[in-house]
Every structure is written in structure tokens, then in C-alpha cells.
T-cell receptor
């Protein structure tokens, strides 16, 4: 079946630290991969996506590379800010209509 | 531009009472519509999706149902709520495959 596994949180980092949130997936064929961010009390916002192997999605300083050989889509940011504190969800889609989400990773950035 | 609305924002209901959550999308036609539930400490679970008026696909059999009476309106209902129905309910829309834009969510607490 299709599934996404994210690293467990919560993650606490100091401002300007390097961030990595691991995400691996299981899927048949060639899924599209996504990272969504959820700020407190709000819905999810698309952060970045990649639709084929070796694609790199990037937005707001965040990056993730679609690695088919390791079935991974790890989220990285070189220097986090307090405003990056949120819950981050990795997701995949095979058919376009059915998304499968990970359990989310809570990030807190302290000044 | 397109916007998505959900109401109510928060809801507290007793066990056994009915439920009706509404989602509407503005600024687009014939969107795909989705209902997700986010339980505490868990990821998002796709409950229903719809590709057109009156067309509903159920992902998880349970005591919830969905209806799409108008093109841009998606309703989530229950005849009798259970404690386990508590959670954060998110509506999403998209026009293309691999496209989902989320609403602000409804926080439901069943007591």
C-alpha cells in the first residue's frame, strides 16, 4: 500500500540552526511528494513539492529532494527562524486525488 | 482568487448528537473537494472526496457521511456522534491532480 513515515517529534532548535526532518515513503509506481506546514490553529499550507525522481522542491529557504533509490523526501533548511515553528507534514499522492500524510513533526524554534 | 471557508471554527457537541460541518469554495468551478480528520497526535486521514455534485467517495467506513449539494459546497455529517469523532476536520479543494488547498479547519470536541 501507500504510506508515509516521518521522524517523530517534537523537534526543538535554536534560531539559525540547521533543520532536517526525515520522511520516507512506500508506494507503487512513481508518486508525487509534498511537504505541508501547519501553523497553530490553522489549516495546512503547501510548502513545496516534487513530482519525479531527483526533482528538488524549494520554498522559503526549505528544500527537499525526491530520492527514489532511498524512497525519501527529507525536508531541510539551513537556518531556521522563530517564525518557522509549526507542524510539518510529509505526503504522497499516487492518483492525484488520494493523498497520504505522515503523522506530522512539530518544530519549535527558540530565540 | 480562490478562497475556502469552513464553519463553524470550533464546536462542542455531546455524544449521540448530530453533526453538520460545512465547507465552501469561492472563485473556482467544479473543484475536487476533500474532507480530512486530524486526531490528536496523529496525521491526517482522508475521509471523503468528491469530483462533482452528488459524487462522493468514502475512504474510511464509519458513522460519518458527506454530501455535495452544490458545486462548491461540501458537507460532513453524522447522525450520532461518538467520542472518537473528536478532532480537527479539514476541508480541501483542488482543480488538478496532485493539488490540494486546505481550509482553516473545524475543531470538534465530543463530550
Amino acid at each position: 500500500g501507500n504510506s508515509v513515515t516521518q521522524m517523530e517529534g517534537p523537534v526543538t532548535l535554536s534560531e539559525e540552526a540547521f533543520l532536517t526532518i526525515n520522511c520516507t515513503y512506500t508506494a507503487t509506481g512513481y508518486p508525487s511528494l509534498f511537504w505541508y506546514v501547519q501553523y497553530p490553529g490553522e489549516g495546512l499550507q503547501l510548502l513545496l513539492k516534487a513530482t519525479k525522481a531527483d526533482d528538488k522542491g524549494s520554498n522559503k529557504g526549505f528544500e527537499a529532494t525526491y530520492r527514489k533509490e532511498t524512497t525519501s523526501f527529507h525536508l531541510e533548511k539551513g537556518s531556521v527562524q522563530v517564525s518557522d515553528s509549526a507542524v510539518y507534514f510529509c505526503a504522497l499522492s499516487r492518483t492525484g486525488n488520494q493523498f497520504y500524510f505522515g503523522t506530522g513533526t512539530s518544530l519549535t524554534v527558540i530565540p | 482568487s480562490q478562497t475556502i471557508h469552513q464553519w463553524p471554527a470550533t464546536l462542542v457537541q455531546p455524544v449521540g448528537s448530530p453533526l453538520s460541518l460545512e465547507c465552501t469554495v469561492e472563485g473556482t468551478s467544479n473543484p475536487n473537494l476533500y474532507w480530512y480528520r486530524q486526531a490528536a497526535g496523529r496525521g491526517l486521514q482522508l475521509l471523503f472526496y468528491s469530483v462533482g455534485i452528488g459524487q462522493i467517495s468514502s475512504e474510511v467506513p464509519q458513522n460519518l457521511s458527506a454530501s455535495r449539494p452544490q458545486d462548491r459546497q461540501f458537507i460532513l455529517s453524522s447522525k450520532k456522534l461518538l467520542l472518537s469523532d473528536s478532532g480537527f476536520y479539514l476541508c480541501a479543494w483542488g482543480l488538478k491532480p496532485n493539488e490540494q488547498y486546505f481550509g482553516p479547519g473545524t475543531r470538534l470536541t465530543v463530550t
